[in-house]
């Protein structure tokens, strides 16, 4: 069945970059998400980009997709202490279309 | 624009107890999910509602029923409590045409079963 990886853990320093990596094996998907899990929160819808994209940016985020290899990656720019969450991505199937397939989740802490 | 909103926030049940979960949504959306989020098995899908008056089983729909009351609101039921329904519980909703489908989430019920 269709599956989307996620390493659980990232740590950086305030002000760096961050990078958080995503796998998925669905190769009919339309849609990649990325949200973001502040704690005893719901989930926040970040940014989408349309599978036919290969990039999106949207202010300090970057979303990058590589289609063939079926790999997704969120970039924050100046990542600061108010970034540190758990980050999910999620895909839509593209046969069904109201099924959504969320990973993992990466939880990213960000060092003073 | 309030977005999700879900009541209660927090609910302690003994086993065997019933209870309802509401979910109201005013954005418009079509489509209305239910989840549950449990640490080390992330989101799982109970049930969604893909438009008015349809419900459709998620992966983990047993102990569950649910309810299409109109386009704004999506219930949740537990007929019999278990210690194993135990966890946070989210409604969500979409639609296609707001930021490609991409799920509007409320703040979760945190649920204890005894």
């Known amino acids: 069945g269709e599956d989307v990886e996620q390493s659980l853990f990232l740590s950086v320093r305030e002000g760096d970059s961050s990078v958080i990596n995503c796998t998925y094996t669905d190769s009919s998907s339309t849609y990649l998400y990325w949200y973001k899990q502040e704690p005893g929160a719901g989930l926040q819808l970040l940014t989408y980009?349309?599978?036919?994209?290969d990039m999106k940016q949207d202010q300090r985020l970057t979303v990058l997709l590589n289609k063939k290899d079926k790999h997704l990656s969120l970039r924050i720019a100046d990542t600061q202490t108010g970034d540190s969450a758990i980050y999910f991505c999620a895909e839509r199937d593209g046969t069904s279309y109201d099924k959504v397939i969320f990973g993992p989740g990466t939880s990213l802490s960000v060092i003073p | 624009n309030a977005g999700v909103t879900q009541t209660p926030k927090f609910q302690v049940l003994k086993t065997g107890q019933s209870m309802t979960l509401q979910c109201a949504q005013d954005m418009n959306h079509n489509s209305m999910y239910w989840y549950r989020q449990d640490p080390g098995m992330g989101l799982r899908l109970i049930y969604y509602s893909a438009s008015e008056g349809t419900t459709d089983k998620g992966e983990v729909p047993n102990g569950y029923n649910v309810s299409r009351l109109n386009k704004r609101e999506f219930s949740l039921r537990l007929e019999s409590a278990a210690p194993s329904q135990t966890s946070v519980y989210f409604c969500a909703s979409s639609d296609t045409l707001d930021q490609g489908g991409g799920q509007y989430f409320g703040p979760g019920t945190r649920l204890t079963v005894l």
């Open positions: 980009i349309f599978s036919n994209m």
